[in-house]
């Protein structure tokens, strides 16, 4: 029984270790950058849950160490929820007040953001209610829409650029498209065809649950101390 205690904290403490220097190493590029850019960060966590210990510095952060020590995260003021106004877009009121203009009124076309009290709950229902889901990005990381919508089994059509290239397999489970035309048709197509759409949800659902579930990297850390401790 000793013993299997003991090999577990030789995997457990190594792997505690460097998930938290990483965890703080790849946030602390979150919290640079914004900072660099003149927004406010409301907090800096290390871990989730329950608060260990913390402190708030001379500009209003609060650095956190939690109970979990599986991630963390760096909380930029006025980011509430995932359907907020970016405050990082100079430009997106721009487009916002664009965007309504063009619409005049027609009954079809909702714009709907943290505004109109909109908050993660209500874009979940929008996305679990949709037939298709389209992220026409012009720039983008990794699209949290866009793997929320393929884990609720919804086909996506969405821009061909940035991390979306790895998340999308084009004809699988979505569409890659680069222009507001070719959205259209594909998403014409998924709507006439609802078997098409149903294989695609699936296809998507599974390349999140192989590739971009928590469990994923925790399984290549384990692996790569396993390998370690085998050399």
Known sequence: MLQALQGVGTYIVPFVVVLTIVVFVHELGHFLVGRWCGIKVDAFSIGFGPELFAFTDGKGTRWRFAALPLGGYVKFHGDANGASMADDDPEGWHYYEKTFNYADGDPDIFLLSNQQGVGNVEVSAFQAMADVVLQ?????????????????????????VGGILLQVDDGVNGFLIDDIGEAA?????????????????????????RNF???????????????????
């Open 136 to 160: 026409k990005s012009l720039r983008e990381g990794f699209g949290l829409t866009v793997t929320e919508a393929m884990w609720k089994r919804k086909p996506v059509v969405a821009g061909a």
């Open 213 to 231: 579930l928590s469990t994923r990297p925790l399984l290549d850390y384990l692996s790569f101390f396993h390998i370690l401790l085998r050399n």
């Open 185 to 209: 048709e594909k998403v014409s197509m998924l709507l006439d065809s609802p078997a098409t759409a149903q294989r695609m949800g699936e296809a998507g659902h599974d390349q999140v649950r």
